[in-house]
């Protein structure tokens, strides 16, 4: 086994657990407190809160619990149909401005990494052209962050499988990242199991390619054969306690091996901490606290295999 070289903290994929509170800020900021007061996680993850009182209680939660924040503005790009990487010059601005804004919005509420993504791919003729607008949009964010304090990540999401985004295979995502992680040192890459393993990817090989990258990763199941009527990114739930069987691919197992790939790797220049958590969705009508708990019990017991 190969030696340690950093601590990977726990943390709570908040926003996607209780993804149907999303909107009812007051309710979001109880879910924080009851989820710090859990006193596991030290780390949360969590969306942005657009109430100046409501940013004013998560700041204090997390100031008083010393929680790290991420906060992620997918979501809220996705409604307006923003895209980062969009080759029409004066949409693009409208999400980077956008994009701008509520990092502002987050870090007034203490975040401490501000998420993106890369948005759609355009298909093969015009991938290289999407990409270098997105790292046009990138430099703007970044410097912003920088001057707030605030690191930026992006998730590398599958490109042929399901969600077919723009960035997407890690050996292409690293060759297209280095030369921006040089010019932005405050940016980074947000790692998620279910995307790699869904693009077919090794997920051994992919932490090592993306490790001097790494400030955070999602442990996320997912079927991954095209047969099955619930194949896809769909942010499935985990295996339970005591057998934590899943039909998915994400087995205490594999997630421990991958804690141990990711801490097996020196902590990148400019990341504090690095954190894991883990990814499920919630839907309205679901015993949320119930999700949340399986969650914490299956991060706990990937910890416990891991030995970390």
């Known amino acids: ?4 070289q950093q601590a990977i903290l726990p943390s709570a994929h908040l926003l996607e657990i209780f993804m149907p509170y999303r909107n009812d800020e007051p309710r979001m900021v109880d879910v924080l407190k009851r989820a710090a007061d859990l006193g596991y996680y030290q780390g949360v993850e969590l969306g942005v809160f657009f109430a100046p009182a409501q940013r004013g209680e998560v700041l204090s939660v997390v100031r008083q619990y010393g929680l790290n924040q991420a906060v992620f503005i997918t979501p809220y790009l996705k409604e307006r149909r923003l895209l980062l990487c969009n080759l029409d010059a ?42 270098a607008a997105l790292g046009d949009s ?29 960035i997407g295979p890690m050996a292409e995502t690293v060759a297209w990242f280095a030369p921006l992680h040089r ?20 997920l051994m090989e992919s932490i090592f390619l993306a490790s001097p990258y790494i400030a955070q990763f999602h442990l996320c199941n997912a079927i991954l054969d095209p047969a099955h009527p619930c194949f896809g990114d769909l942010h499935m739930d985990v295996g339970v306690a005591p057998d934590f069987s899943t039909e998915g691919f994400l087995t205490p197992e594999v997630g421990a091996a991958i804690l141990r790939r990711v801490a097996s790797h020196k902590k990148p220049e400019g990341v504090r901490e690095t954190y894991a958590s883990v990814e499920v969705l919630g839907h309205p009508g679901d015993d949320l606290w119930l999700k949340e708990k399986f969650s914490r019990e299956f991060l706990q017991k990937c910890f416990e295999i891991s030995g970390l």
Not at 1 to 4: C, E, G, L, Q
Not at 183 to 202: Q, V
Request: glycine share 10%; aromatic share 6%; net charge negative.
């Open 183 to 202: 010019e932005n040192p405050n940016f980074f890459i947000h790692w998620d199991s279910a995307h790699e393993a869904l693009g077919g990817i090794d």
């Open 138 to 166: 990138i430099q703007k964010i970044a410097e912003l962050g920088r001057a707030l304090g605030l690191n930026i990540t992006i998730e590398p999401l599958d490109r042929y499988a399901y969600k077919k985004q723009l």
């Open 90 to 131: 004066a949409e693009r601005k409208k999400a980077v401005d956008f994009a701008r804004q509520l990092l502002e919005l987050a870090a007034e509420q203490g975040c401490g990494t501000l998420g993106l993504p890369s948005g759609d791919d355009p298909g093969d003729g015009k991938r290289e052209e999407a990409k």
């Open 1 to 4: 086994m190969p030696s340690m």
